[in-house]
């Protein structure tokens, strides 16, 4: 019975991880606009630009602020009350635009 539950289990990982290579997965970028490489509230299907990439490579926290476009107003609402994860993350990437 173990045995069931196992290849069961298997199977809809496998199953999972199709499906999210078959449909394109929107994101929506919710952090402050950078010029020359990202502004606020660009939507990308199927991953992001190499400019972003690049960017997220040299900024981690840009990476957290490209959320899937379902969680929009729970992420705009905790911006407008600046507080939560994703506040924080706004702030750290602003704050890192009046360094440059």
Not at 29 to 53: A, E, H, L
Not at 66 to 88: N, V
Request: hydrophobic fraction near 30%; charge should be positive.
């Amino acid at each position: 019975m173990t045995t069931k539950k196992n290849i069961t289990a298997e199977v809809t990982a496998e199953e999972t991880k199709k499906a999210a290579k078959r449909e394109p997965k929107q994101v929506i970028y919710i952090g402050p606009t950078i010029p020359g490489v990202i502004k606020n509230n660009t939507i990308f299907n199927n991953g992001v630009d190499q400019r972003v990439s690049e960017r997220i490579k040299s900024q981690p926290e840009l990476g957290g602020l490209l959320i899937d476009i379902e969680g929009l107003s729970d992420a705009q609402r905790q911006i407008a009350l600046k507080k939560g994860a994703y506040y924080s993350l706004y702030s750290k990437v602003k704050n890192s635009l009046k360094e440059e």
